[in-house]
């Protein structure tokens, strides 16, 4: 091994770069220091380096775990053209390939071995690393997507929970977790199921300062209301679309359209989504139409605009796919449509789940996705508190910030609402208190002797969505609980009763009122 003068120096004569991205070097001291690391970045914040830097300078084999075959397969292309003794073990490789590539390793060249996780629960795999340990000894365990390992996180698999084996069977080894998304619960998660011990925890901003955010209530002609916004920009962009039928849809509506659009999504066979990928990265096309299967991996920076046409199911996915905009650092637009039919089918999808634990993690991340696209307060904001960050008001990038919603004081309406809920004693969700207070006749609340309420009819100078519009923002407000067992029952907390004693006020945003109103009903 080179020695060098500087961390710098060997940064140089292996990757060709002439500093340190904000981070990289004190993670690189203190992974030669051997210690526990959890590294927390955005994608494209060069994380790679992280764990390839300390490998090169340090004697013995690191181990990368790596989810994802092509993006192990890039890495380890990449490496080996920079003259760097990396491989990967698969299974997309046959029995000699292994066996070729195992005796390669133990000749002492390799510096990096990526694997899947699950190649962990191989049995020969195990008692492998144990010669190399022996041979030339293990530097570290670097895991990327580390996030993976959390059921709280928004790609859990299973094979991550094995991870904890190497910890216990190489005490002394050093651990890197690294992923691009992780919320405080999952960080704590990712120290506890790794095993890290007394981690030292590097936390990248996430801020995307050039990226604008906005969202959009969702209008009946949304085709229409795309279109616009496809027309309005200029450069390429991706739509995202919740299913494969909706992506074929409106591809196929933007070509009849001229615009140069293709799909992408996972019922296309693998060849043709590879090419339709790379007639978008060569700007043959304009615009992707796509399922979430789109984005892992892909590296097109001068992408200007995303749409997302329907809601997508929780913050950290919104956070990757609109953050696929404007990697190049020049000014992007991320647009996120808001209708509520889209809530009710993702309710319908949670409903379909049979995991009691997966239900009640995808409803609160329901719940954050609304909070934010219904939210009044500046959308970076927020996504940039989810991820544990704090930034303070006033972004100038998005809606929000730019144009603040009317506010007006309803406080009459949310004391009406609230008695509405105590008199049915906290046991019924937002559809039947407003149709109490409007003095609907329908059956469940005759049913229930409901018209007898001193609330029955006392709301009927407000339409049902403005109705809807003041639960949402009690909600939003945390005026006022919704139980999350999927029956969505309101219920009081001591801020209701505030409310209800006179002892506070409650303003609500209004301009969202008229494009509710233009919802059809069945879709809400
Ligand atoms: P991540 O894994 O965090 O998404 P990567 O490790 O793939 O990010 O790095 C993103 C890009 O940044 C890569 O093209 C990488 O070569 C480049 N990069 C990383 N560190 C540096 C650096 N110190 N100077 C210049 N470019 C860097
Ligand atoms: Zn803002």
């Not at 004569?13 to 051997?34: M, T």
Request: aromatic share 8%; charged share 25%.
């Amino acid at each position: 091994m080179p020695r060098f003068q500087s961390l710098e120096a060997a940064l140089k004569h292996y990757f060709g770069y002439d500093s340190f991205r904000p981070g990289q070097k004190q993670i690189v001291e203190q992974a030669l220091q051997n210690r526990d690391q959890l590294i927390v970045m955005p994608t494209g914040g060069g994380k790679s380096l992280c764990f390839q830097l300390p490998a090169l300078l340090q004697p013995g084999l690191t181990v990368v775990v790596s989810p994802l075959i092509a993006l192990m397969q890039d890495q380890v292309e990449a490496l080996r053209d920079n003259g760097i003794g990396a491989t990967f073990l698969n299974s997309s490789l046959n029995l000699h390939q292994v066996r070729s590539r195992e005796q390669a390793i133990l000749s002492g060249k390799t510096k990096l071995l990526y694997v899947a996780p699950e190649r962990l629960l191989n049995e020969k795999f195990l008692p492998f690393l144990d010669l190399i340990r022996e041979k030339m000894g293990i530097a570290a365990f670097a895991i990327d997507e580390a996030h993976c390992v959390s059921e709280w996180g928004h790609d859990f698999r299973p094979e991550y929970r094995q991870l904890k084996q190497l910890r216990q069977r190489y005490p002394g080894v050093p651990t890197l977790a690294l992923t691009a998304t992780a919320t405080d619960r999952v960080r704590q998660d990712i120290i506890q199921q790794l095993g890290l011990e007394q981690p030292s925890i590097h936390v990248a901003s996430f801020n995307r300062p050039n990226l604008y955010y906005e969202v959009q209530p969702k209008q009946k002609q949304s085709y229409s209301q795309l279109l616009q916004i496809i027309r309005q920009s200029e450069g390429s962009g991706i739509v995202y679309c919740l299913s494969r039928r909706k992506v074929d849809e409106i591809a196929f509506k933007l070509q009849q359209d001229k615009i140069a659009a293709l799909p992408y999504h996972a019922g296309l066979s693998d060849t043709e989504r590879a090419e339709n990928q790379t007639r978008f990265i060569r700007d043959d096309v304009r615009v992707m139409v796509a399922t979430i299967a789109f984005g892992m991996g892909i590296n097109k920076p001068d992408v200007r605009f995303v749409i997302h046409h329907d809601l997508p199911r929780n913050i950290e996915g919104y956070y990757q796919e609109s953050g696929r905009a404007g990697r190049d650092g020049e000014k992007a637009r991320c647009t996120l449509f808001l209708g509520y039919g889209d809530i009710k089918t993702i309710e319908y999808l949670i409903d379909q789940k049979t995991d009691v634990q997966e239900q009640r993690i995808a409803r609160q991340q329901l719940r954050q996705v609304i909070d934010f696209a219904e939210g009044t307060d500046c959308r970076r904001t927020i996504v940039l508190g989810y991820f544990g960050e704090r930034f303070v008001g006033q972004c100038s990038g998005c809606d929000n910030c730019l144009a603040p919603k009317p506010v007006a004081d309803w406080t009459i309406e949310a004391m009406k609402f609230l008695s509405c809920v105590a008199r049915c004693k906290e046991k019924f969700g937002m559809n039947h208190i407003i149709d109490i207070l409007r003095g609907s006749k329908n059956q469940k609340v005759l049913q229930y002797g409901h018209n007898k309420l001193s609330t029955y009819g006392i709301g009927k100078d407000k339409t049902v969505e403005e109705w809807r519009l003041l639960g949402r923002s009690l909600l939003h407000q945390g005026l006022l609980d919704q139980t999350t067992d999927g029956y969505s029952v309101l219920k009081l907390n001591s801020a209701s009763w505030e409310v209800m004693r006179r002892q506070r006020t409650v303003s609500i945003a209004i301009d969202n009122t008229p494009n509710l109103a233009a919802q059809p009903l069945e879709a809400r």
